[in-house]
Each structure stands twice: as structure tokens, then as C-alpha cells.
């Protein structure tokens, strides 16, 4: 396998789109974060696949190539996007992992399709707390809602240079450059991600899961402080800290990643 094979499903805001590394392995779910896609996965596709694991990276309804809500969504909407995947595979239940916005959405699919769920992991849980949500909610104002498409292309370099920022040491410029296009690449306004992520309480819902959870973390990820009060709330969970990283953990450090999702998997 040198990719996973793409494909559709029919959901509630229209065509679904999926990458599916197929084979005989449990069927895990993959949940991006916010504004990519589901290529966020692309690097550890084929290293589930040999894991034993058949991963299904979905795209978020209005990112990557999934049709776009006619409104602006909800957490609880996005998950309802999920289910139509697993119908059109014929898959009864799976895993579900998501990561940043996606931990929010795989979260509240084991919410509300339990029956759907065998394991939940959250790659990056957020419990904020008010006051930190009034400061994203800035971010989100200043830097997506209002951000602007200017005739001498300069609205690029800047996205660039401050997802760069946000890049680990040594990345490559082309990998920073994708993320950029997949950012741009939405049907939907690519703001609407965040946007329903801190419109979304993690604190409210972490305390109902009652499925087998991983909390999964790299000490170098923006929100490494949450995951370990969202532990603190739920010591019930395993928990899992890899070293390092930033927030793109699976191109970063894939072989470590894997390995510990495979290792929560098997148990």
C-alpha cells in the first residue's frame, strides 16, 4: 500500500469524503485537526496499516474534500459525519482516535453512537478554561474569521510564516506549505473549525465517557498542560506522553505514535 484508497460517503451536509487503507485489520477512525485534513494521517497511513490496523481518516464536513455545512457548525454536528462512514464500509463499530479539534470530535461521536465505539482516543484533550477560551476566540476573530485574500498574494507568506511558527525545529518548508493549502483548500470557510471547537466544553463531556479512553500527548504540543488536567479529571484513562514534538505530532515523530496507539489498541 503506498496510499490509502479514497472514497464517499452520503452524510448530513452532503458527500463525506474518506481515505481507507482497507485489510483485515480493526477499523480506526481518524479525526483531524483543525484547519487541515485528513492528510494530517498521510505519513502514518501505511505504519498503522502494518500494525495491523486498518486506519479510515475522515474529512471534516467543509475541510479537505467533504462537502460544507450551509451554516456554521457544531462539534456535535461534525461527529454525526462519522456514522455515514462507517455505513458505507459496512463496519459496525470501531476505534476512534482524533486529534486537537478532532479529540473534540471523536469525543463526542463516542457520545452520542456509542454502540458505534469500541476505543476512544483523544490526542489532545481540551479542557479549557474560560478565560482561555475569551483568548482563543481572539485568535479565531483576528486571524481566521477576518482574515483577508489580498491581490498581491501576501496573505500566503503570512499564513506561512505563522504556521512556520508553529512548526517543530527542522520541518520542511514543503511540509509547512501543504499544511497552508490543505488550511485553504475547504469548501467551507476554514475558520469554522476552531470556531466550534472552543465553543465546545470539554470539561462538560470528558466526565460522560464511559468508554475504554486513551489520553494521548507530546510534551512539546500547545495544549500538553490540558491533557494532563484532562487526565487529572479522568485518572481512569490511560495516559500516554510521548517527548517533544509540536503539534504535528504524527509527522514528527510517526514510528513513537503508532507504536503507542497500536500498544492502546492491542490491550
Not at 500500500?1 to 472514497?7: A, H
Request: some cysteine; overall charge negative; charged content about 20%.
Amino acid at each position: 500500500m503506498t496510499r490509502p484508497r479514497r472514497g464517499y460517503a452520503d452524510g448530513p451536509f452532503g458527500q463525506v469524503h474518506f481515505q481507507d487503507t482497507g485489510g483485515d485489520g480493526y477499523p480506526l477512525i481518524l479525526c483531524h485537526q483543525a484547519p487541515i485534513t485528513s492528510r494530517q494521517y498521510d505519513t502514518v497511513y501505511p505504519l498503522l496499516a502494518s500494525a495491523g490496523i486498518r486506519a479510515i481518516g475522515v474529512d471534516t464536513p467543509g475541510f479537505g474534500l467533504s462537502d460544507e455545512p450551509d451554516h456554521v457548525p457544531t462539534v456535535e454536528e461534525y461527529a454525526t459525519a462519522i456514522p455515514p462512514v462507517l455505513d458505507q464500509l459496512s463496519i459496525a463499530q470501531a476505534d476512534i482516535l482524533g486529534h486537537h479539534t478532532g479529540g473534540l470530535i471523536a469525543t463526542e461521536v463516542s457520545l452520542q453512537f456509542p454502540d458505534r465505539v469500541r476505543n476512544l482516543i483523544i490526542n489532545g484533550p481540551s479542557p479549557f478554561t474560560p478565560e482561555e477560551i475569551v483568548e482563543w476566540n481572539k485568535f479565531v476573530e483576528k486571524n481566521e474569521k477576518n482574515f483577508e485574500h489580498k491581490k498581491d498574494g501576501t496573505h500566503l507568506s503570512e499564513l506561512f510564516a505563522r504556521r512556520w511558527d508553529w512548526a517543530d525545529e527542522g520541518t520542511d518548508p514543503a511540509l509547512v506549505t501543504r499544511y497552508v493549502v490543505e488550511q485553504l483548500q475547504g469548501y467551507g470557510p476554514f475558520w469554522y473549525g476552531h470556531n466550534a471547537a472552543f465553543a465546545y466544553d470539554h470539561n462538560v463531556t470528558l466526565p460522560k465517557i464511559t468508554h475504554r479512553t486513551m489520553i494521548m500527548i507530546n510534551t512539546g504540543d500547545v495544549i500538553y498542560e490540558h491533557a494532563k488536567k484532562a487526565h487529572a479529571m479522568r485518572p481512569d484513562f490511560e495516559f500516554c506522553e510521548l517527548q517533544g514534538g509540536g503539534i504535528d505530532i504524527t509527522d514528527q515523530m510517526p514510528n513513537e505514535w503508532v507504536a503507542a496507539v497500536a500498544s492502546f489498541l492491542e490491550g
